[in-house]
């Protein structure tokens, strides 16, 4: 594993609905960054069904756990946006840093 950056980066999250079963509660997602190979997993709640990662470089993934590998080093805004099986979404943002 790569140097791992604060735990105040490493976890990002937004509440959005609650209470209400197979409705998202939360979104959210912790990083490892290895040089230019980051380790995306998701570690959001209520069981979504769909992911979508956009990794800020005009690349995305629709896998839970993706691995992507920066070209260029710099500050990538990522957004993870969950669906639920009743079709309600959120999403997660996050800059992630690549040296």
């Known amino acids: 594993m790569g140097s791992i950056v604060s ?7 937004i509440k959005i609905y609650g209470g209400v ?3 998202l509660s939360s979104v959210s997602f ?3 960054v290895s040089a230019a190979v980051v380790t995306f997993t998701d570690t959001s709640t209520e069981n979504p069904h769909a992911w979508f990662w956009d990794f800020g470089d005009e690349v995305t993934s629709t896998e839970q756990h993706p691995i992507h590998d ?3 080093s710099g500050n990538y805004a990522v957004v993870l946006t969950v669906t639920a099986g009743n079709g309600s979404s959120a999403s997660a943002p996050v800059m992630v840093v690549v040296a």
């Not at 735990?7 to 999250?13: D, I, S, V």
């Open 7 to 13: 735990e105040q980066a490493l976890k990002a999250g």
């Open 21 to 23: 079963p197979g409705v």
């Open 30 to 32: 912790t990083y490892e």
């Open 70 to 72: 920066y070209v260029v």
